[in-house]
């Protein structure tokens, strides 16, 4: 087996969306680094069946800006 062709597997925090955190092994980051979810199984709507729109970038505001002048709401 070749030496040193491995990545560093080490211990790090992980933090769901709703602020609870767990420990445990990875290849990302750094030793005691903390990875911070934006998606997790208590919010994504795959697992809650739960749909919400998300306004990023101001996509949402942008269409209603176009089309507000044909009166739908």
């Known amino acids: ?43 994504h709507p795959a697992w809650t069946g739960v749909h919400r729109l998300s306004d990023t970038g101001g996509q949402l505001a942008k269409f209603n800006k176009r089309f507000k002048a044909f009166g739908i709401k």
């Open 1 to 43: 087996m070749k030496s040193k062709i491995h990545p560093d597997y080490h211990e790090i925090t992980v933090v769901m969306t709703d602020g609870s955190e767990y420990k445990t092994r990875s290849t990302w980051g750094k030793e005691g680094g903390s990875l911070k979810l934006d998606i997790d199984p208590k919010t």
